[in-house]
């Protein structure tokens, strides 16, 4: 469709929008955004929209939306999936997507969801000051169990052969699953800056910190992680870093 892209998402924080500006920035395709709103302009405009938008689009619980045409979706993983064989971003062989598709989702789990949990380990909708004590303790637990067997897992994944050759998730191919996962990392670093570089100095995660690195070199993906399009991380988003919480591994 000749219809421009258009996210609609809070504005303040990256959060889950940011997968995808990220590859709508990779691609360099046009898009409109709602992050130069302001915060209650923004908000409005959200809440609007999740009350459906007609043309047999339902109404969404929750941000980020994306409108394509007459066509409005919800769920970040959903909104990848749609627009990754779009932008040449889902992967060069048969069923490349889905594979695509199953690696973007679990960065999002455990990099994203358990991230998130560890700040709000009760209630999403109890404010953190009255969960705090349980917030350090679950934030503990993640470092020292979770953090170790998640960063495993990326590694085995980056040096299985059967991926081929290249740098990438997919080998040689550059996938938005790529995209996720530094982005999920990256918000990780924010929110435990102290665990994550005791992960990297250990030498035992070498091939997922090279990725992170690599991503972030990409000429689209550096130019706009310098502009004022990347948003900052702050802490009421879900990336937050709490001193408490930001424990080293025993």
């Known amino acids: 469709m000749a219809a421009p892209y258009e996210l609609i998402y809070y504005t303040g924080v990256p959060g889950r929008g940011e997968h995808v500006r990220l590859i709508l920035e990779e691609a360099g395709a046009p898009y409109q955004d709602t992050q130069f ?3 209650d302009e923004a908000r409005k405009n959200v809440t609007n929209w999740l009350g459906g938008g007609g043309h047999g689009n339902p109404p969404y619980f929750a941000p980020p939306l994306f409108k394509h045409g ?23 062989r048969e069923n ?22 560890t700040h709000h380990p009760i209630a999403v909708m109890m ?21 170790p067997t998640v960063l495993a897992y990326w590694q085995r994944v980056l040096k299985n052969e059967g991926r081929g050759s290249g740098p990438w998730l997919l080998g040689d191919t550059f996938t938005y699953a790529d995209l996720v996962l530094f ?16 992960a990297r100095e250990s030498g035992k995660y070498d091939k997922v910190f090279k990725h992170r690195e690599d991503v972030q070199a990409r000429p689209n993906i550096a130019a706009y992680l310098a502009s004022n ?19 080293v591994a025993e």
């Open 37 to 39: 709103l302001s915060f």
């Open 70 to 92: 007459d066509l409005v979706i919800s769920q970040t993983p959903n909104i990848l999936l749609y627009l990754g064989p779009k932008l040449g971003l889902a992967g060069s």
């Open 96 to 117: 490349d997507l889905y594979r695509v598709n199953a690696l973007a989702s679990t960065a999002l789990d455990l990099l994203c969801n358990e991230v998130h949990d």
């Open 127 to 147: 404010p953190y000051e009255e969960q705090q004590e349980e917030s350090k303790r679950r934030s503990k637990y993640w470092v020292q169990n979770r953090l």
């Open 183 to 198: 982005q999920c990392l990256d918000g990780a670093y924010y929110a435990f800056p102290r665990a994550l570089k005791q």
């Open 229 to 247: 399009r990347r948003q900052k991380y702050q802490d009421w988003g879900i990336y937050r870093h709490y001193e408490d919480n930001d424990v």
